[in-house]
C-alpha cells in the first residue's frame, strides 16, 4: 500500500469514527410539552407567589437545601451540602463546590448573599421584599465566610430556621446574571438559576420552554426540552394528551378520568396537595365588615357536597384551617365549621342583612374545578338568602390590583412548612397579603402569633388554639373549602412522580422516561 493509499484510508477511518461517535452522542432525549391553564408573568419568585411560578420556575432556580418529598419531607443537601446551627438564631451553611450558573458564572458564597440582600430581597426598599418578607422577613443578615460558606443570622430564634431555605421563596440567584439585566424588571423576564434546566424562550400568554442544562451539579434532566403551553379550555388539554401533541396535562377533575384510564396511552397521577382551597372576605366591602355576615357566609357551605360532587371523595375537607403534618401543633380537637344553613339564616337575621350584593370574583379555573365550585358556592349562598353576584375575572390583577367592590374572591393556603407559622400566620399575620393589602386586621391574631414563633412547645400549641378560633369564628378573614387536589393526566411512557405541592419537578428526581 502505498503513502497515498495509507492517508486515504486514514483520512475515512476518521470520518467513520466520527459520524459514530456524533451518532453516540446524539441527544435522544424527547422534549416534552404540559399543558396547563396559565403560566406565570414575572419569573422570580419575589415578584410573583403563584402556583404557577412554583410549578415552572423551581425547575430553573434552586434552593440550598432540598426538600425530599419521596422521603416524607426529610431535608437533603441541595446547593449546600451541610448545614448546622451555631445558635437558635444563626445558621451556617456549607456549599457545594462545582456548581455553575446557566451562564456559566460558579455558584459560590456570593450568590447566596445577593440572593438574600437589599437588591434583591432584604429591606423596604428591595424589589423583593413585598412577598418574601412572610417568609423570609426575619433575616438579619447574611455573612459570607469564606468562598463556599455562609452564616445566615436572624433577628431572633426561629424554630423553622433550616426549613426556611429548603421550600419556596428562598430560591436563589446568580449574582452576576441579576447585575447583567440591568433592572428588576429585565431580571424577571430571564431569571438565572442552577437547576436541571434553563430558561429557553418566553413568550407571554402562549408558552415557557426550558431546555436541559448539561453542566448542571446533579443527575442530567431526563428530558432535553420542557415547554408549559397555555391551554385554558380543559377539554383541549384532554384532547392534545390523548393525541400525543402534550405528554402532561394539568387542572384535571375526576368526571374526566374515565375517558383518560380507558386510553392504553394515558394515566391519571396526583392527589391532594399541601394546601387549603380557600375563599377570602374583604372586610372593606360593606356588607363584610360584620363578622356574623362572614360566619353565615361560611354555616351555608356543605364542603363535603363539594368534595363529592366535584372531587370523588379523592380530598377531604381539614378539621379548621391546619394540617396533619404539623405534628405536636396540629390540634385534633378543633370544631371545625358545620353544614348548618340555619345557623347562617339565624345570623344574617341578628346582622340586619337585607339582601344587598356581594361580589364573588374568580378565574378560570386557575384553581382545580374552580368555575364549577363559584357556581356551587353561589347556590348555597342563595338558599339562605345571601345575594352574591358571580364575576368572572380574565387574571389576578383583576382581582389583586382592584379593591373596589370587591368582596369574596378566591385563594389557596399552602402550608409552605409542616407548621402554622408556614401556613396560618405567615398567610393571616401581618406579613401575609391579607393585613398588608387591607383586607384583614385582627390585633389579637397577631400577638398569637408572636407566641407561635417562640420554642416552648406547650405556648405554642395554646396559640394554635386562639388563632384558629380567631380565624373560624370571632373574626374570620374567609374560610376554608377542602384540601386542594392537583390531578394530572399523562402519557404512558412517563414514569413521573407529582410532588405534594405545585412544583412540577421534572428532573431525574422525579421523571423517567421510557425509550
Known amino acids: ?31 416534552l410539552t404540559v399543558a396547563v391553564t396559565k403560566n406565570p408573568s414575572r419569573l422570580d419568585p419575589m415578584a410573583e407567589n403563584t402556583n404557577v411560578n412554583m410549578r415552572v420556575m423551581k425547575n430553573v432556580l434552586e434552593t440550598l437545601i432540598y426538600t425530599d418529598t419521596k422521603a416524607g419531607g426529610s431535608l437533603r443537601p441541595g446547593l449546600a451540602v451541610s448545614w448546622r446551627r451555631l445558635d437558635g438564631q444563626t445558621l451556617e451553611l456549607k456549599l457545594r463546590q462545582g456548581v455553575e450558573c ?30 418574601a418578607r412572610q417568609y423570609l422577613g426575619g433575616i438579619d443578615g447574611v455573612d459570607v465566610v469564606g468562598s463556599h460558606t455562609v452564616r445566615i443570622r436572624f433577628k431572633r430564634e426561629d424554630p423553622l430556621i433550616e426549613l426556611r431555605f429548603a421550600n419556596w421563596m428562598s430560591e436563589m440567584a446568580c449574582k452576576d446574571a441579576f447585575e447583567a439585566a440591568g433592572s428588576w424588571e429585565n431580571w424577571l423576564k430571564h431569571p438565572v438559576g442552577t437547576g436541571p434546566y434553563k430558561l429557553a424562550e418566553v413568550k407571554r400568554g402562549d408558552y415557557i420552554k426550558l431546555d436541559s442544562f448539561d453542566r448542571y451539579w446533579g443527575n442530567r434532566a431526563p428530558a432535553k426540552s420542557v415547554t408549559f403551553k397555555e391551554v385554558p379550555e380543559t377539554a383541549a388539554r384532554i384532547s392534545g394528551l390523548m393525541t400525543g401533541e402534550y405528554e402532561i396535562a394539568t387542572e384535571l377533575t375526576p368526571d374526566q378520568f374515565n375517558l383518560l384510564e380507558a386510553d392504553a396511552n394515558t394515566m391519571i397521577v396526583g392527589g391532594p396537595v399541601r394546601n387549603i382551597r380557600v375563599i377570602i372576605f374583604d372586610e372593606n366591602h360593606p356588607q363584610l365588615k360584620n363578622p356574623k355576615i362572614r360566619r353565615a357566609l361560611s354555616y ?68 382545580t374545578g374552580e368555575v364549577d365550585t363559584a357556581q356551587i358556592l353561589a347556590d348555597m349562598w342563595r338558599q339562605v338568602g345571601i345575594n ?3 364575576e368572572l375575572k380574565e387574571n389576578w390583577d383583576q382581582i389583586e390590583g382592584a379593591p373596589k367592590g370587591r368582596g369574596i374572591f378566591n385563594w389557596s393556603n399552602s402550608a409552605s412548612y ?42 405554642r400549641i395554646e396559640a394554635v388554639r386562639h388563632m384558629l378560633e380567631i380565624y373560624e369564628r370571632r373574626d374570620p378573614p374567609g374560610t376554608y373549602l377542602h384540601v386542594l387536589p392537583m390531578f394530572y393526566g399523562v402519557r404512558t411512557g412517563l414514569e413521573w412522580t407529582p410532588n405534594d405541592n405545585a412544583f412540577m419537578d421534572l428532573s431525574g428526581r422525579m421523571l423517567r422516561i421510557e425509550g
Not at 408556614?422 to 390585633?443: D, I, K, M, S, V
Open 1 to 31: 500500500m502505498n503513502y497515498l493509499s495509507r492517508g486515504l484510508c486514514t483520512l475515512l477511518g476518521s470520518i467513520l469514527l466520527s459520524t459514530l461517535a456524533g451518532q453516540a452522542l446524539a441527544d435522544n432525549r424527547p422534549d
Open 102 to 131: 446557566h451562564n456559566g458564572e460558579v455558584f459560590n458564597a456570593e450568590d447566596v448573599a445577593f440572593s438574600l440582600g437589599p437588591k434583591r430581597m432584604m429591606g423596604e426598599q428591595a424589589p423583593g421584599w413585598g412577598i
Open 300 to 367: 351555608a357551605i356543605n364542603r363535603e357536597l363539594i368534595v363529592s360532587a366535584l372531587y370523588d371523595g379523592r380530598t377531604s375537607v381539614p378539621r379548621g384551617l391546619q394540617m396533619k403534618i404539623f405534628g405536636d401543633l396540629y390540634i385534633g380537637d378543633h370544631q371545625p365549621t358545620e353544614y348548618n344553613p340555619g345557623k347562617a339564616r339565624q345570623l344574617l337575621q341578628e346582622a340586619g342583612y337585607n339582601g344587598e350584593p356581594i361580589s364573588y370574583r374568580y378565574l378560570q379555573d386557575y384553581y
Open 388 to 390: 352574591v353576584k358571580l
Open 418 to 459: 409542616p407548621d402554622p407559622l408556614g401556613q396560618l400566620y405567615r398567610l393571616y399575620g401581618p406579613e401575609g397579603w391579607f393585613q398588608r393589602n387591607g383586607t384583614y386586621r385582627n390585633a389579637d391574631f397577631n400577638r398569637w402569633g408572636e407566641q407561635l414563633k417562640g420554642s416552648d412547645m406547650a405556648k
